[in-house]
């Protein structure tokens, strides 16, 4: 079965970076977009990123733009987000979810569980002094 397994999230200071992984199973990773939405406390599912299946093309939102990178190793299945200069409103839970196709979708606005195929239990980032 399809299995997505974030790890890396952890308290950091405002200023400091953390790097979050995704290990892949149960599908052909490299024919498929990832991406990573975070929900921040009481509020809706927010999308951050995401990288197409050859890791070729990357988009992210505003918010996190210039800051966070994402990246894919695909003999590894495995997508990195690499996150800079956290803020405390970078604070939530970080969820990644294999997209339905190889190209990856450009989302605004809420984040619905069913815009996405599949998803990671989420790892908690919390960016607090």
């Known amino acids: 079965q399809v299995q997505l397994e974030e790890s890396g999230g952890g308290l950091v200071q405002p200023g400091g970076s953390l790097q979050l992984s995704c290990a892949a199973s149960g599908f052909i990773f490299r024919d498929y977009a990832m991406a990573w939405v975070r929900q921040a406390p009481g509020k809706g599912l927010e999308w951050v990123s995401v990288?197409?299946?050859?890791?070729?093309?990357?988009s992210y939102a505003e918010s996190v733009k210039g800051r966070f990178t994402l990246s894919r190793d695909n003999s590894k299945n495995t997508v990195y987000l690499q996150m800079n200069s956290l803020q405390p409103e970078d604070t939530a839970v970080y969820y990644c979810?294999?997209?339905?196709?190889?190209?990856?979708?450009?989302?605004?606005?809420?984040?619905?569980?069913?815009?996405?195929?599949?998803w990671g239990q989420g790892t908690q980032v919390t960016v607090s002094s």
């Open positions: 990288i197409s299946a050859t890791g070729g093309s990357t």
């Open positions: 979810a294999k997209d339905f196709d190889d190209f990856g979708v450009i989302r605004t606005g809420p984040v619905r569980k069913d815009q996405y195929e599949y």
